[in-house]
């Protein structure tokens, strides 16, 4: 899923966008219960009781599910192919950036409504900071392991070759090396 990304989002030209969402709008749904119960009792109670001062609940009835959808509209998470971004902000922005090399461990979760429904939550653990979540969005586990997959390079143990790796060589060359010193130091034991 890729959509629009958010200019407030810092991304690099030569960036590519891997992923982009956001929280699932169907887990607004308890506040819009909520409000539609204030909205219900404010009137039911000033009807029954003649006191038109809980009308007054009402307002909050409606601006609670409306606060909370633009809430959820303003959230934004993007995976590129060299960070994760999550934006957050209604009135104000903040962009929360972590380069996939800071990415140690990766985890999802997801409780009974998102078993059942296919949604769930990601957490990143990053080195050296806090812990960045992908919170509330579709296939937890294929958002997981897309950033697994992108942020693992080449480095002859495991992962893809789409990055060049700071370890000269490859994991044979690294095996003969490592046979030739056990060799030498029988040799030497001897």
Avoid: C, H
Avoid at 42 to 55: C, K, M, N, R, Y
Avoid at 68 to 84: M, N, P, S, W
Avoid at 95 to 105: C, H, I, P
């Amino acid at each position: 899923m890729t959509e629009s990304i958010d200019p407030a989002i810092p991304l690099d030209p030569d960036e590519a966008v891997e992923w982009s969402g956001r929280p699932r709008i169907t887990t607004i749904l308890p506040t819009v219960v909520i409000g539609v119960l204030l909205v219900v009792a404010g009137i039911v109670v000033s009807v029954t009781q003649g006191a038109p001062i809980f009308l007054a609940v009402v307002p909050f009835g409606v601006a609670i599910p409306v606060w909370k959808y633009f809430a959820l509209r303003g959230v934004q998470y993007v995976i590129t192919d060299e960070a994760l971004y999550v934006k957050r902000g209604v009135l104000s922005r903040s962009v929360t950036q972590a380069n996939l090399e800071t990415v140690q461990n990766s985890s999802f979760g997801q409780d009974i409504t998102g078993s059942i429904f296919g949604y769930g939550s990601v957490t990143f653990e990053i080195a050296g900071g806090e812990d960045l979540s992908f919170r509330a969005i579709e296939d937890p586990r294929a958002i997981r392991a897309l950033v697994d997959r992108t942020g693992s390079n080449d480095d002859g143990v495991g992962g893809s070759n789409r990055r060049e790796s700071a370890i000269p060589g490859d994991l044979t060359q690294w095996q003969q090396v490592r046979d030739e010193i056990r060799a030498i130091r029988r040799s030497l034991e001897e």
